[in-house]
């Protein structure tokens, strides 16, 4: 694994040599690439224009990174910017000098590659609706073979600079963000082919929650039994940081597993709630002031941050602004219209 390694910092290396000119590109990239554009931008768009995309999104987000932390528990993966100064492969030669980045220093292990992972299936759901919606529009078929090669290739391309970014921040090793995005394409194609996701009950969506979340920590507990310390890489991150204040509890893996259960919860909270019961065939003006209101709440609630001093405080709040996140979009600002709109008939009927 070593030499594994080595190549991937002589690539890491080469990209900050010979691209530093695109650093803040590559650096949005990875900012762009995480679940929370997910949460926080696709889902509420997708959620109004096609509800059931808007739902799929969020399952397979929520599935794919509750399996990237199983997965990287058990795998172990370095991560290029602690390796580097810990391996004994450069002997007494000087080893790769590896720039560091605020969003490089992440807490967890490195395999696979989240970002990798969530990208390509975020994405993967997306082109597939568009292609998916072309085919019900009876799209002509040589359009539709044009459709097909430009979101196909769109595709790869955000996939590629978001496998890129993260190799460049020192985030990643390149076989990392590999497997990153050949898991995240399963997982996506996998949980696609599920359709009682779309029907899903209340209670199911509160026993899958609880389920996910309970294997995750009850597997955490049983290999720390047997002496496997899951949490070994936040030594490593706070040792080999060059600047302790990018190391962030929000990148540690019970952070990261809280704030997907609370998507996913919350999303059956909205989906079930008895407050917005619906418009069942809503107007356009409807879904865009519905898309336009919650991306504005949702951006004032990314706003909302709490001190991470507190740990189990500070999963807690994050577990509750996820709830809060999913019910906005999917519940709150509906039935605010709707209560709007009702008003706006009952006056004229005056």
């Known amino acids: 694994m070593d030499l594994l390694h080595s190549w991937g910092v002589d690539l890491a290396v080469h990209l900050q040599r010979g691209y530093s000119q695109h650093r803040q590109s590559f650096h949005m990239a990875s900012t762009v690439a995480d679940l929370h554009t997910t949460f926080f931008w ?27 932390l199983v997965l990287k528990w058990v795998l172990f993966g370095q991560r290029p910017y602690w390796w580097v100064h810990e391996t004994k492969f450069y002997g007494a030669g000087l080893a790769p000098s590896l720039q560091q980045f605020d969003i490089t220093c992440e807490t967890g292990p490195g395999s696979p590659s989240g970002h990798a992972m969530g990208a390509a299936g975020v994405w993967y759901v997306m082109v597939t609706a568009l292609l998916s919606i072309a085919t019900e529009k009876q799209c002509p078929p040589l359009l539709y073979k044009f459709l097909q090669v430009i979101l196909w290739a769109l595709m790869t391309l955000v996939v590629l600079v978001v496998c890129m970014s993260r190799v460049y921040m020192a985030a990643h090793f390149p076989h990392q963000v590999i497997a990153g995005v050949i898991t995240g394409i399963l997982v996506a194609e996998v949980v696609s082919k599920q359709k009682w996701m779309y029907n899903a009950s209340l209670r199911k969506y509160f026993y899958i929650t609880l389920f996910l979340t309970s294997f995750a920590v009850g597997f955490y507990v049983l290999l720390k039994v047997v002496g496997v310390d899951l949490l070994w890489t936040m030594e490593k991150a706070q040792k080999w940081c060059v600047k302790p204040e990018w190391v962030h509890l929000d990148s540690a893996p019970f952070a990261s597993l809280l704030r997907n259960m609370g998507s996913l919860f919350g999303l059956g909270l909205g989906l079930h709630s008895s407050l917005y019961d619906g418009m069942k065939k809503p107007s356009g003006a409807f879904r865009m002031g519905c898309i336009t209101v919650s991306l504005v709440l949702l951006q004032l609630l990314d706003g909302w941050t709490f001190s991470p001093e507190n740990h189990m405080t500070f999963y807690a709040l994050s577990f509750g602004k996820s709830v809060v996140a999913l019910l906005i979009p999917t519940t709150l600002v509906p039935w605010t219209f709707c209560r709007i709109f009702s008003g706006k008939r009952e006056d004229k009927n005056f």
Do not use: E, K, M, Y
């Open 42 to 68: 696709f889902f509420p768009i997708w959620f109004h224009l096609r509800q059931n995309t808007g739902v799929r999104l969020i399952w397979v987000a929520v599935i794919g990174d509750w399996l990237n």
